[in-house]
């Protein structure tokens, strides 16, 4: 057999307060992966596995997750685009694609922001990042109140049901490994209050959309139908105020999408890449 598995390194950036550890598997422009708050490196598994064989894939945890470490404090997402900026920079990789989910919205949007046109392809999948809902256009605004009050009540009950909502129902019900799966990374990480983390990212959450030509990126927004985290008609509502931006659905998928349905997450992905260029 002459098959031979992508080369695959892994390392540490030392940060001044932090060190941030990565994975780098396969060759080819690089594809930089963040993850959200219930993940880490590994929660890009189907991801890496498929775009290795003709990208750089780069996965790394934020600080403060598995194995990385944040300062006595945790972490503090206002770092994350200066830490993509010296994991960009220690590996030489100069233009990259990123791709996020939830959390890691926050780390791609101000990433894209502080490097203008330095992000050939950016996905944000069940997230907007620092883009805030709260700033979208009428009508989808005026459904925000009325979303956020009953996906507080599902996550409320998903929880009494050991049920991640990040997961949701659909993933435990109808794939019960991939739900145990995502349950141990997310058990990985331990060691401070991820819902003061939480807190500080809907603090930073700020910018109208408008704001986000200034970073001169083509971006994907991947939305979950069934998302209870993340307001899936966001997306929607944010593109039109943002050149280059697209949106497309997940159906039967709650906030993991990427996990959950990740053959028609990564194909979503790699015909964006393509329509692009990147």
Not at 38 to 45: A, E, H, N
Not at 165 to 194: K, S, V, W
Not at 236 to 250: D, E, F, K, N
Request: hydrophobic letters at 45%; charged letters at 20%.
């Amino acid at each position: 057999m002459s098959f031979a598995a992508p080369p695959r390194r892994a390392g540490w950036i030392e940060r001044p307060d932090a060190r941030i550890r990565y994975e780098v598997t396969g060759s080819g422009p690089a594809i930089v992966f963040a993850h959200g708050l219930g993940g880490c490196l590994f929660s890009w598994w189907q991801q890496v596995a498929h775009f290795a064989t003709r990208y750089t894939c780069v996965a790394f945890s934020h600080r403060g997750f598995f194995p990385s470490t944040a300062p006595a404090g945790g972490p503090d997402p206002a770092e994350y685009a200066g830490d993509v900026a010296a994991l960009v920079d220690e590996l030489k990789l100069g233009d990259i694609r990123m791709v996020c989910q939830s959390m890691g919205g926050w780390s791609g949007v101000e990433y894209a922001l502080l490097r203008p046109g330095r992000v050939k392809a950016l996905v944000l999948a069940a997230t907007t990042g620092t883009l805030d809902p709260r700033q979208m256009r009428e009508p989808e605004r005026g459904r925000l109140a009325a979303w956020s009050k009953e996906s507080a009540e599902i996550r409320s009950d998903l929880l009494t049901r050991n049920i991640l909502p990040a997961t949701g129902a659909r993933m435990a019900e109808e794939q019960p490994a991939l739900f145990h799966i995502y349950t141990q990374i997310n058990g990985l990480t331990q060691g401070f209050d991820r819902e003061a983390v939480r807190a500080r990212l809907h603090a930073t959450r700020n910018r109208p959309p408008e704001a986000f030509a200034a970073a001169q990126t083509p971006t994907l927004f991947v939305a979950s139908e069934e998302d209870v985290v993340a307001t899936p008609f966001a997306p929607q509502a944010m593109a039109p105020a943002i050149p280059g931006a697209r949106v497309a659905s997940l159906p039967k998928a709650g906030h993991s999408g990427h996990f959950e349905r990740a053959a028609t997450f990564n194909t979503l992905v790699e015909d964006f890449f393509a329509e692009v260029g990147a």
